[in-house]
């Protein structure tokens, strides 16, 4: 079963055009900027961190802005799509149906992919800057119980953030939309 998601999803890739690549490209670069300026990944003046960051900090931090790129590219959608035209009235009752499938899947996703760049976040900051950790646990209980779960949240991160992106790009593959290159196609 996951190998079948994993070859949609691959496919679904496959599909993509430079609108949707262009997408994921600024959605990663942005998403990457603005974790690595908030927890000092970037060296920056405007936020400080009191513990440096450990050897797989940056590993996850790029792998998690390219994930949240590739997650919020997947909602591009194509010049012509059933929206479109539902709403020039050209929808069909069929496409009124999916829609709702359609939305919960959208929801589920971006619930995934929401948790997943928070996780993510937190996975690569100073462990005593958290206000979140900080607050209930104090400066050496954020050291002593909060640190060590870093990895932890990081592993989570990353694969709440991959099944995201997979079960986006197997939908676009194994339920596309239909856009005018695929009917003349047909």
């Known amino acids: 079963m996951f190998v079948g998601a994993l070859r949609d999803a691959c ?9 949707r690549i262009a997408a994921a490209v600024a959605a990663a670069a942005g998403s990457a900027v603005v974790i690595g300026l908030a927890t000092v990944l970037i060296p920056n003046s405007l936020f400080a961190r009191d513990i440096p960051p450990v ?15 590739m997650l919020i590219a997947t909602y591009v959608r194509n010049p012509g799509t059933a929206s479109e035209r539902a709403s020039s009235g050209r929808g069909s009752a069929s496409e009124g149906r999916s829609g709702s499938a359609d939305a919960a899947s959208e929801r589920r996703t971006g619930v995934l992919g929401g948790v997943g760049g928070v996780l993510g976040w937190f996975a690569v900051g100073c462990p005593v800057c958290n206000k ?9 209980g954020a050291l002593t119980y909060f640190a060590p779960l870093q ?36």
């Open 55 to 69: 050897w797989w900090d940056y590993p996850v931090w790029i792998l998690t802005a390219v994930l949240l790129g």
């Open 11 to 19: 496919r679904g890739l496959l599909l993509w055009d430079r609108r």
């Open 132 to 140: 979140i950790a900080l607050l209930p646990l104090g400066y050496t």
């Open 151 to 186: 990895p932890i949240l990081a592993a989570a991160s990353v694969a709440l953030l991959l099944v995201a992106v997979i079960i986006r790009l197997k939908g676009q593959y194994s339920c596309p939309l239909p856009s005018p290159e695929r009917s003349v196609r047909s």
